[in-house]
């Protein structure tokens, strides 16, 4: 399973960027992908998920700026970032939960840098 990131990059505070995610390989029977973010020197936490039941959860530290949303058919998510903020800085990982016995799939990881 390969988890392919693009769209990071740096940008002025009250802009946007927009993320995205690829699944490919022998991964089946998805039962959420999400964002997670990393910044120096804390720990990784969650951003968003969407479940394939198309349930969605943020961040309260998102909520209202930024959407989560896929497309089923490229095993694609997206993370669509408004309204950034300095303190948004962080490496950014998706994650991917698939299979009966739920395994968990992450990308590479992709900056995003917020300047004031």
């Known amino acids: 399973v390969q988890l392919v990131e693009s769209g990071g990059g740096l940008v002025q505070a009250g802009g946007s960027l927009r993320l995205s995610c690829a699944a490919s390989?022998?991964?089946?029977?998805?039962?959420?992908m999400g964002w997670y973010r990393q910044a120096p020197g804390k720990q990784r936490e969650l951003v968003a998920t969407?479940?394939?039941?198309?349930?969605?959860n943020y961040a309260d530290s998102v909520k209202g700026r930024f959407t989560i949303f896929r497309d089923n058919a490229k095993i694609t998510v997206y993370l669509q970032m408004n309204s950034l903020k300095p303190e948004d800085t962080a490496v950014y990982f998706c994650?991917?939960?698939?299979?009966?016995?739920?395994?968990?799939?992450w990308g590479q990881g992709t900056q995003v840098t917020v300047s004031s």
């Open positions: 969407i479940t394939s039941g198309g349930t969605i």
């Open positions: 994650n991917v939960d698939w299979g009966n016995l739920r395994y968990v799939s």
């Open positions: 390989g022998s991964i089946f029977s998805i039962n959420a």
